[in-house]
């Protein structure tokens, strides 16, 4: 079972979604209308993951990702959104964000998504990854930024591998593989997984293949 924060300004929408997650034996702790309120009930109700709108009134969801991860740690933002503009998806990854699907999204994916972000992992529809991966097709070679082990590590994962997976595949284990990821969040100043993976790809440290996979 699942602790899950909602945050969306549409009510319909909130509802639905709490009545298919309540039905699928999650727990919803609590509802926010806007992205302020998504901050002050994070604070008190402690969600595994917070499945985040980004254009809601008083503050929007991308700033309020910001303050959840930067004051909460161990909670998880997963963004929600008719957005597929490519900058509002870096500013939600670059805030922190674990994870970024539109609205079109079946609950059987979200709900997975909601999951996998729980346990840490990162996901990013198809759409997504496409788009991300269009703008790095000119980006300059970073090579020799990471060791050869991190971009092993960054590859597994990008494939579609957990943290757990790629320790396994690499014959290394997870605690090796999360000690790898926070050097390799230093090097690439990055915030999140998602993030560090999305700036790799941009740099060509590696490839980001959408076709075999809808995860990274």
């Known amino acids: 079972m699942i602790r899950i924060l909602l945050a969306d300004d549409h009510s319909l929408l909130r509802e639905g979604l709490k009545k298919s997650f309540e039905s699928a034996g999650d727990q919803v702790v609590g509802e ?13 109700l402690q969600p595994q993951v917070v499945l985040m709108d980004l254009s809601m009134p008083v503050m929007d969801g991308i700033e309020a990702t910001r303050r959840i ?3 909460l740690p161990n909670v998880r933002v997963a963004v929600l959104t008719m957005h597929d503009d490519i900058d509002k998806t870096r ?4 805030a922190g964000a674990s994870a ?23 996901v990013l529809s198809p759409a997504v990854a496409g788009a991300m991966l269009t703008t790095a097709q000119q980006a300059p070679n970073h090579q020799d930024l990471l060791s050869d082990r991190q971009v092993e590590i960054l590859q597994s994962i990008a494939d579609g591998m957990s943290t757990k997976q790629a320790g396994r595949y690499l014959g290394i284990t997870t605690k090796t593989v999360h000690n790898h990821l926070n050097a390799i969040y230093r090097k690439l100043d990055a915030q999140s997984l998602t993030h560090a993976v999305l700036s790799a790809v941009r740099m060509g440290i590696i490839n980001l293949d959408t076709a075999e996979s809808e995860t990274v």
């Open 69 to 71: 991860r930067h004051e």
């Open 32 to 44: 926010a209308s806007n992205g302020e309120e998504a901050v002050t009930l994070a604070r008190a």
């Open 100 to 122: 970024y699907l539109s609205k079109g999204t079946s609950f059987t994916e979200v709900r997975d998504t909601v999951l996998r972000v729980a346990e840490g992992d990162t």
């Open 91 to 94: 500013d939600a990854i670059s």
